[in-house]
């Protein structure tokens, strides 16, 4: 599985950025696709993921701001990040995973996210 992530840069506080992420390569129907992130000097942490039936899980920090989609007919995902906070900072991975057991992860090779006036 390949993973192809555009869509970050630099951006006020209060600003808007989408992200996209395309998924291509053996690819399940049943998977699950989203992004994680990785501040300077701390571990990466799950942002949104969203399962191709529509479930999904947000983090606490960014619920309200941003919102996760996905086009299953075009294997990709989406993050529209609203309201912008410096804390956003960070490189943004794109993830994959098949919904099977014993399968591996896939991370696309990230996107520059920095928020600062």
């Known amino acids: 599985v390949q993973l192809q992530a555009s869509g970050g840069g630099l951006v006020q506080p209060g600003g808007s950025l989408r992200l996209s992420c395309a998924a291509s390569g053996s690819i399940s129907s049943l998977n699950v696709m989203g992004w994680y992130r990785q501040a300077p000097g701390k571990q990466r942490e799950l942002v949104a993921i969203?399962?191709?039936?529509?479930?999904?899980s947000v983090a606490d920090s960014v619920k309200g701001r941003f919102a996760i989609s996905r086009d299953n007919a075009k294997n990709t995902v989406y993050l529209q990040m609203n309201s912008l906070k410096p804390e956003d900072t960070g490189v943004y991975f794109c993830y994959f995973k098949r919904l099977m057991l014993n399968v591996p992860e896939f991370w696309g090779q990230g996107t520059q996210v920095t928020v600062s006036s």
């Open positions: 969203m399962a191709s039936g529509g479930s999904t």
